[in-house]
């Protein structure tokens, strides 16, 4: 495995289905009455959060304290006006801190790349601007492989992942396409044209403006999160325009095939991109999602920092 | 004064021949001329004679950021490059909107005394695209102003751009526009294509640079009056801009050597050193590029040398700032992209980088033939030479150079300024 975790794109098969069968085995620990493993005792995990991010910031720290690590959370409140101490100068304390891995959330895309290039210890991107996400993708895959009843050293071949929203501005979207599509499942992006990137024909899945067309033939439907504040830029003309017709609804929850599952990154506009029915129906994965966060980003700490062999 | 024998020199890129400059002027070039007594002697056997480049767009970035590049470095770079005149930006601080500063920034430059200095006016009073400067005070000035811009800025205001157009024909001026609509380019961080879809970084699309153009050149028709498009980067500006033309309307246009060069695919580095406005673009609308300024569409190279300081450059992309040196490297760049691809011979890039540029700046001693009787300005340049670019071991006070590392063909060898020396042997003279 590389050093870093900063693309989803640059994962092979190997190593992304190293990294869920790892988490499947971890996912046991939780199980247990102290959820606790010495792996990466005296190991220094900083977690560098750019931009708020509870549940993400939250997730991180529990699967590092799992491991044993030592956990500095270091909160720098995202100001790109009054920019006060740079990247670099923040990487550079880190170093000399003996930070052994940074997991970094970052509003402009590209700073976890950045950051790698000052830090001798790994960086894992815990989302960077509108650039990407794996560990989100990493835990939705996790997610559909358990969903569908596979096992460990299974893929995702045949299934057919339905991602619906703001593709534009997702990094969750653009790390599970990468991701999804590597694993051989077949994406499919659904969007109003104004929240699609332009030039997306090099992207590994199809793309359609029709959600109503593209339930039936879905297994799994991952609803994204829009921003309220889109409607202001004239991305679309109303919430409620968007939500009649790319919101999941009950109705459109009706039209998906018997065993399809409902996912959605976090947090959630109830009532707009998700009905809360939908959001609570036994089709939801979306709690698992949470739990298998945990386990996903314990099995990348622990085998960026722990080493290959440990792993084995 | 002094006088050069320049031996064995190969004038735009042809037979061997002598060039003598006696007293800041040409006063012989052919083969046989006799050395007069006491001249100094330049073995220029195998370099390329051209006439002295001149820069239509150089940010020089004094007053006010004197900590990217002063006037004295700035043009030190353009010595070394070649260049014998540049213009300097007005986008200072404070900005050059008053005969004033011009003023300043021309006396500086002829005290440095590397290159000629001609500084370029703002169209607007404070670059803030609300009121025009005042082009009438800054013509008549020691420095002569012709050339407006609010580079940096476009002039976005329709009404304002026409009038602007229509007063500076009054004393034969030319109205520079950075061609970008600030609507369609708010938060933009590179061009809008495949790799920012990718990159997740918000599209700077081609169109917000065409829209302009088109828009301006139909104006400049409209009021018969010169209008010059700084930075063209799109295949699609290329289009308008030879229809344009082929009305027979005033519309020139520059290009810079990074955008006959680089393409956007190098963004995926996240490394700012490649963050430039316009964007870098594809390698379709470099080919575009290339072709319109073999074909004169596009009338000349322009370097938009822009310096920054090592903290602007080394952050996260979407803080960094916009822009990249180029004075040192633009005859370089011209070569590998136009000459050695064999779009352009020598001839043509002395016609695109210094007959050209000086017939648009409005600049009477420079850009002138290599003939008897034309002002000693010219610089003898080494195609055979390739190295690898450093610029630590650049004159510019900044190193944000994008072609960093690549292997570059070329060497400028000396430049002269009026007869003067102001670079021999590659070293500032």
Known sequence: MNRHLISAADLSKQDTLLILDTAEELARVADRPIKKLPTLRGRTVVNLFFEDSTRTRISFEAAAKRLSADVINFAVKGSSVAKGESLKDTALTLEAMGADAVVVRHSASGAPHRLAGWLRGSVINAGDGSHEHPTQALLDAFTIRRRFGRGAGEALDGLRVTIVGDVLHSRVARS????????????????????LPVAIDGWPCSVSYDLDAALPKSDVVMMLRIQQERMNAAYFPSVREYSRRYGLDTARLGQLPEDAIVMHPGPMNRGVEIAAEVADSPRSTIVEQVANGVSVRMAVLYLLLGGLEAGK | MSTWVISGARPLGGGPADIILTDGTISAAG??????????????????ALPGLVDLHTHLREPGREDAETIETGTLAAALGGFTAVHAMANTDPVADTAGVTEQIWRLGRQAGHCDVQPVGAVTVGLAGSRLAEFGAMADSAARVRVFSDDGRCVSDAVLMRRALEYVKAFDGVIAQHAQEPRLTEGAQMNEGVASGRLGLAGWPAVAEEAIIARDCLLAAHVGSALHICHVSTAGSVEIIRWAKSKGWRVTAEVTPHHLLLTDDLVASYDPVYKVNPPLRTATDVAALRAALADGTIDCVATDHAPHPVEDKETEWAVAAHGMTGLETALRVVQEAMVDTGLLGWAGVADRMSARPAVIGRLTGHGRPLAPGEPANLVLYDPAARSAVDPATHASRSRNSPFAGMTLPGQVIATFLRGRPTVLDGKPA
């Open chain 1, 176 to 195: 599970n396409v990468w991701l999804l599509h590597l694993l051989g499942a077949e994406v499919t992006l659904i969007a109003p044209p104004t929240l």
């Open chain 2, 31 to 48: 083969s046989g001329a006799a050395a007069p007594r006491g001249a100094q002697v330049l073995d220029a056997t195998g370099l390329i």
